[in-house]
């Protein structure tokens, strides 16, 4: 058995893990980065349209700081989120995208005089300051008060994975490549890192770490429609989960983005519509102003998925031999600047659809997007139940998007959650707790338990094929745990999942091969999506209420006095077909911004009952700090920077800070 | 008038059976010898060659390697040679190829198995080679405003920062093929990246120990294979000439 020891172990190649892992190797932390696929390979180079940070350069954007961000993020997560995350990373954001400036990131820069923009379907001239000039400049996303999001061009993930992989392979950490880690080493109480297998031979690695970080991303792929890429299967989650100690939280929460070309599911950002696009339905109308008067194509995400899908069901869909979308039109923003601030999106309507968005409007239809849910963490990122363990990106549930992300918000937290996260393993391995004390006997059992998976699966010759049970599975979760949710509909998604978790256990292989060999891994990865599947499905079911991305039309209120809570997610027993549930209380009386209306969407929340009472001692604390300036008023409402690493706690400079 | 999206094959007609030679090889398998097999398949409306790998994976045979993430084109996992032209697959669309289709793994590279290659091994050799980071001096505080930077430069480092490291530059390029340590249009793309970038503090002089030789821009034999299959239609030609003419210039100094 070969063991591999590092001080940091980061399970994830993306934006979180290498971010991460830089934080932790800046500490003189050892650090080893495993990856399914080369870093840069990542899905988060697939972020198109930017990043969050109240930098407030642009005409736009003046005026903007981490409130009126932290109020964005809170609303649109409708009141789901933790606001003290919340509040540590729109303080920590500005700081990540000026770290990642000074790394490379060309990000796209303010051009002082007017310009013409698109704003609600008409060229407006905005004048941008002189004194901006050669800023970071930022575009509209849906959801913000402010124009906010961070950009390049709409390769922005690309750009900043690629700085940041960089910076890694100047920081001499090594990524091991195509390694997936396929269980934890832990006793019930401490994790001393992972089991992994090598995807090129088929060998099993253990891999032996003080502190232990999950950064996998989400697992969009257990759904049929999805943006995310194929890699993108929720393995990291799946793990922890097996575990039967370490919690996923509010799994049910999964988004839905607007625009997915159709039927390819393939994303076009939400810049497009930040830029001035339009939706419009089978008869060239303009449908979501009818819908949403404030904030139009703009609402967040969840908002507009679910109107389109409304729209299509109420008959104004558009039919085509695949089944029915919308349009989205860009044509009005004209071929400049699509060439120059949307040119994937012009290179992705060329190869897939054979058209120029330019010209012609794109076939879009919401397709599952983003995982709000995932291994639930502490705010310095520690994960529930084992000690060791720690997660950040969008595999952890830190919590920041609660039940809706806003766009713009998960390249941002990728980065700003790693500073925290790779600091709070740094301070961990050099505390008395992160002293490693592991029995081989432990390590080899562990490595024969997960060898015995393997071997059971290559030798079985059950009758099920693992295919087959993926595409049922994916099937189920689009048609029955989609956009729109119904009580006894989730009950029979939960009903198939269960049987397919049965027939995932008589899964035969047809071929044998030495290697890797794709099949079995295949096989071995349903058992585990079936898994999360049903934490989403039975979450889902059990949540009697609509909130954010959850939305139950059986039960179509957000419903604070029952269900201001976080579902837990457990599997204590290998056994067992459905997930273990608890909740945990999200407090009220701690709220910066008490439960409110977003500013979009329904109007109709039933109060929580602590709701009245946080307001007025949020009223009575905002007058008696009217005086004193904006950090010692944010202060005495919800004071967070204690949460933060001594160097990411100073004020933000902005333009117009001396005046 | 509604702009429809163009149909290239006609709804009523048959759909074509395509058939797709894929070259084998497992090197895990003792004594297997590389060899090409054929598989057939209906074509599908919008079909690319992610679709029918995946296809012919679920229903004819489950031990095929490749390589796909993103399948959007956007990552550079899936470069294979199809019909011998490096391009990446998964937005390859099957409309735009004969019934009749090769497809082979990337020369150059370390194969892994069938058409997956091990490109991540060598991008990540080249990068600490050619050191493809930013070199500044002084550390920078994130808690203040950042230096500005001219739009139009921002937007010129961009042009250069859009390669995928999918390796169809290498597959194509006639130096590789001699010289295995040559680093090539992505390589040479880097430094002009860097070069370009106010904010690494390199000169000409670093940048020459790093290439001015045969195995980095005075190996380009100028074929251009590199230009004509990049994805991204990066302006390479462009950039190793300019690279070639400072370094010519700095050597005979």
Redesign the interface.
């Known amino acids: 058995m070969q063991i591999i020891h590092s001080d940091v172990l980061i399970i994830g190649g993306g934006l979180a893990g290498l971010r991460a892992g830089l934080a932790a190797r800046k500490r003189g932390q050892e650090v080893i980065i495993l990856s399914l696929?080369?870093?840069?390979?990542?899905?988060s180079?697939?972020a198109q349209g930017g990043m969050q940070a109240s930098l407030g350069n642009s005409a736009r954007g003046r005026g903007d700081n981490e409130d009126v961000h932290f109020e964005d993020t809170v609303r649109g997560s409708d009141w789901g989120n933790d606001q003290l995350v919340a509040r540590m990373f729109a303080h920590t954001a500005?700081?990540?995208?000026?770290?990642l400036?000074?790394?490379?990131v060309?990000?796209?820069?303010?051009?002082a005089g007017d310009h013409t923009a698109i704003i609600d379907g008409q060229p407006v001239t905005i004048n941008e300051a002189t004194a901006a000039?050669?800023?970071?400049?930022a575009r509209d996303f849906g959801g913000t008060k402010k124009w906010r999001t961070c950009y390049?061009?709409d390769?922005t993930g690309?750009?900043m994975l690629?700085?940041v992989s960089?910076?890694s392979?100047?920081a001499g950490i090594p990524?091991h490549?195509?390694m997936e880690a396929v269980s934890l080493i832990h006793d019930g109480t401490r994790c001393h890192g992972a089991i992994v297998r090598n995807l090129?031979?088929?060998k099993l690695i253990a891999y032996v770490a003080r502190a232990t970080c999950i950064a996998t991303g989400g697992f969009g792929r257990i759904y049929q429609s999805t943006t995310n890429?194929?890699?993108n299967e929720g393995i990291g989650a799946a793990i922890a989960l097996d575990t039967g100690v370490v919690p996923l939280a509010n799994m049910e929460a999964v988004q839905f983005h607007p625009t997915a070309i159709f039927?390819?599911g393939?994303?076009v950002t939400e810049g497009c519509r930040g830029d001035g696009g339009l939706l419009r339905d089978v008869d060239?109308h303009r449908f979501m102003p009818d819908y949403e008067p404030e904030k139009k194509e703009l609402a967040s995400r969840d908002v507009v998925s679910r109107r389109m899908e409304a729209h299509i069901k109420s008959g104004k869909g558009?039919r085509n031999?695949?089944g029915e979308h919308l349009?989205l039109d860009i044509t009005l923003l004209g071929e400049q600047h699509i060439n120059?601030k949307l040119r994937?999106v012009k290179?992705?309507c060329q190869?897939?659809?054979?058209?120029d968005p330019a010209?012609?409007?794109i076939?879009v239809r919401p397709a599952q997007h983003y995982s709000m849910g995932g291994i639930r963490t502490r705010p310095d990122g520690a994960a529930y139940g084992l000690d060791g363990l720690f997660s950040c990106g969008e595999a952890a549930c830190w919590d920041l998007h609660g039940f809706n992300r806003l766009g713009g918000n998960s390249v941002a937290e990728t980065v700003v959650s790693g500073m925290i996260v790779g600091e709070a393993m740094a301070e961990f391995c050099n505390s008395s707790a992160g002293e490693l004390n592991v029995s081989t006997a432990l390590i080899r059992d562990c490595w024969h338990r997960a060898a015995d998976e393997f071997t059971t699966i290559a030798q079985s010759s059950g009758p099920e094929n693992a295919?087959h049970l993926m595409h049922e599975m994916q099937q189920t979760m689009s048609q029955k745990v989609g956009i729109v949710r119904h009580g006894p509909v989730l009950q029979s998604a939960v009903d198939t999942l269960k049987s397919l978790i049965l027939r995932s256990r008589k899964i035969g292989?047809?071929?044998s091969?030495?290697?890797?060999?794709?099949?079995l891994v295949?096989a071995w990865r349903i058992r585990k999506m079936l898994k999360l599947a049903l934490c989403v499905a039975e979450g889902a079911l059990q949540r009697t209420e609509s909130r954010g991305a959850h939305f139950r039309e059986d039960y179509p209120q957000r419903n604070d006095a029952e269900w201001l809570k976080r579902t837990l997610a457990y599997w204590p027993d290998p056994q067992q077909t459905q997930p273990t549930l608890s909740y945990e209380t999200l407090d009220v009386l701690t709220m910066e911004l008490p439960p409110g209306w977003r500013g979009y969407g329904a109007r109709d929340a039933i109060e929580h009952p602590d709701t009245g009472r946080r307001q007025a001692e949020v009223d009575v604390l905002r007058q008696q700090f009217a005086s004193a300036d904006r950090s010692t008023r944010q202060a005495a409402l919800l004071d967070f920077s204690q949460q933060l690493p001594c160097h990411l706690r100073?004020?933000?400079?902005?333009?117009g800070d001396a005046t | 008038m509604i702009p429809l999206f163009r149909h290239h094959t006609k709804a009523s007609s048959q759909p074509r059976r395509l058939t797709l030679k894929i070259l084998r090889y497992n090197p895990a398998e003792l004594n297997a010898a590389p060899s090409f097999q054929a598989f057939e398949i209906d074509e599908a409306d919008g079909m690319t060659l992610f679709i029918a790998l995946n296809e012919i994976r679920a229903t004819q045979d489950p031990s095929l390697q490749f390589d796909f993430v993103c399948r959007a084109g956007i990552c550079g996992s899936c470069a294979m040679l199809v019909d011998g032209r490096p391009a990446l697959a998964c937005r390859t669309l099957t409309r735009d190829l004969s019934a009749q289709i090769t497809l082979a793994p990337l020369p150059f590279f370390e194969l892994i198995g069938d058409l997956s290659v091990n490109t991540g091994k060598w991008m990540r050799g080249t990068s600490e080679r050619l050191q493809t980071w930013i070199h500044a001096v002084e550390p920078v505080s994130a808690d203040i405003l950042e230096t500005p930077m001219a739009p139009e430069l921002a937007e010129a480092i961009y042009e250069l920062d859009r390669c995928i490291e999918c390796g169809c530059c290498i597959a194509a390029c006639g130096t590789a093929q001699m010289r295995p340590d040559f680093v090539g249009a992505v390589g040479l793309n880097k430094i002009a990246r860097f070069r370009l970038d106010p904010r690494d503090q390199r000169s000409d002089d670093d940048f020459y120990e790093l290439i001015g030789d045969d195995s980095g821009v005075f190996g380009c034999m100028s074929l251009l294979g590199c230009h004509d299959v990049c994805p991204k239609q990066l302006s390479l030609q462009t950039q190793i000439a300019f690279l070639r003419r400072k370094m010519a210039r700095l050597g005979l100094n």
């Not at chain 1, 696929?37 to 990542?42: D, G, I, T």
């Not at chain 1, 400036?101 to 490379?104: C, V």
């Not at chain 1, 060309?106 to 051009?111: A, E, H, I, T, Y």
């Not at chain 1, 190869?351 to 058209?355: D, P, Q, R, S």
Request: hydrophobic share 40%; glycine share 10%; no cysteine.
């Open positions: 696929v080369p870093p840069k390979r990542s899905h180079a697939a500005p700081k990540a995208v000026r770290e400036a000074a790394w490379g060309p990000w796209n820069r303010v051009q000039h050669g800023l970071i400049t390049v061009s390769g690309h750009a690629y700085a960089d910076q392979i100047a990524v490549e195509r090129m031979t088929g890429a194929v890699i039927p390819a393939i994303l060239g558009v031999r695949f349009w120059g994937e290179e992705i190869h897939f659809l054979g058209i010209h012609q409007w076939p295919s292989l047809r071929r091969q030495p290697g890797a060999n794709p099949e295949l100073g004020d933000n400079e902005r333009l």
